[in-house]
């Protein structure tokens, strides 16, 4: 098992910037995938972005169109945490954002993610 908690939401203007934290516990791993997925009101959840290893102390990220080059992810094992940076951030960022955890596999699907945090909102104010 593994336990995922986000914090760092909050609401913020159009053009700032805010860095979500999720910390995990348990059965924890440098392979296992780590990724962003958020849900806006009266929408499905989408992919934001997730990172996986790629041996060594190599990891590759994957972004979602809507997000490349404003938001960045990062991870530090020992502390058994993964960052998300946003910057410019638009009113269309607004939603829950939800720290999810794979431990086979990694990809743009929420389905592939075995754990899921509780989410944390990020609202941003035009």
């Known amino acids: 098992q593994v336990q995922l908690v986000e914090s760092g939401g909050g609401l913020v203007q159009a053009g700032g910037s805010l860095r979500l934290s999720c910390a995990a516990s348990g059965r924890t791993s440098r392979s296992y995938a780590m990724g962003w997925f958020r849900q806006a009101p009266g929408k499905e959840r989408e992919f934001v972005v997730t990172t996986r290893w790629s041996g060594g102390n190599t990891y590759t990220a994957l972004y979602a169109d809507s997000v490349k080059d404003r938001f960045t992810i990062s991870r530090d094992n020992a502390k058994n945490t993964v960052y998300l940076q946003m910057n410019s951030l638009k009113p269309e960022d607004t939603a829950v954002y939800y720290c999810?955890?794979?431990?086979?596999?990694?990809?743009?699907?929420?389905?592939?993610?075995?754990?899921w945090g509780q989410g944390t909102q990020v609202t941003v104010s035009s």
């Open positions: 999810a955890s794979s431990t086979y596999s990694s990809g743009s699907k929420a389905a592939l993610y075995d754990y």
